[in-house]
């Protein structure tokens, strides 16, 4: 957060950074040597924008639950890191997909350029977008705008491009002058 700093020179600036995502190793040990499950933000961190890390350690808390329920053997090192590994398949990795397409992401900039300019032109789909943040998991099939378009028909329930042309920007917005890009 070092790089974070208001602009006093810009009256139209605002603090503007993100959290590095973080994907560490599901499988701790302690001092002794024990195996032990990393959990919550140990396992993964998120940036906070889309309330990710907190739900993910919760989930991944009660998918553990279960795993063990079923579990006859010992709880030993190749356990727990199996359990990591499905709940990153099943959950980290859509999350993680999800909080980049809330920072704007450079990679997943198209599809959310796509995505917000349909959420103002479909309540509905405005309302499927935010709820992927209790359920990212559809945010994986996002390889292709054709793929993201698929998502806007889907979730709105009518033709993407009826949805988009909708789409009328608020304002003249720009980026301010005085704030270097991020890279």
């Known amino acids: 957060m070092s790089?974070?700093?208001?602009?006093?020179e810009d009256p139209h600036s605002w603090l503007k950074g993100a959290v590095t995502q973080?994907?560490?190793?599901?499988?701790?040990r302690t001092a002794s040597g024990h195996p032990v499950a990393a959990l919550g933000d140990t396992a993964v961190s998120y940036d906070p924008i889309a309330g990710q890390g907190?739900?993910?350690g919760l989930i991944q808390a009660a998918a553990l639950v279960h795993k063990a329920a079923e579990h006859d053997g010992p709880f030993d090192e190749a356990w727990l890191r199996d359990a990591f590994e499905e709940f990153y398949a099943r959950r980290a990795r859509a999350a993680q997909l999800v909080t980049r397409l809330f920072?704007?992401?450079p990679e997943l900039a198209d599809y959310g350029n796509l995505f917000f300019a349909a959420a103002s032109g479909s309540p509905r789909f405005a309302s499927k977008l935010y709820g992927l943040?209790?359920?990212?998991?559809?945010v994986e099939a996002l390889t292709s705008e054709a793929a993201a378009r698929a998502l806007i028909t889907d979730f709105s329930g009518e033709p993407a491009d009826a949805v988009l042309e909708r789409f009328v920007p608020a304002g003249s917005f720009r980026r301010s002058e005085l704030a270097t890009q991020a890279a």
């Open 54 to 56: 907190a739900q993910g």
């Open 103 to 105: 920072l704007s992401d």
């Open 133 to 138: 943040l209790d359920d990212p998991r559809r």
């Open 22 to 28: 973080v994907v560490r190793d599901g499988v701790g």
């Open 3 to 8: 790089s974070v700093r208001v602009l006093d």
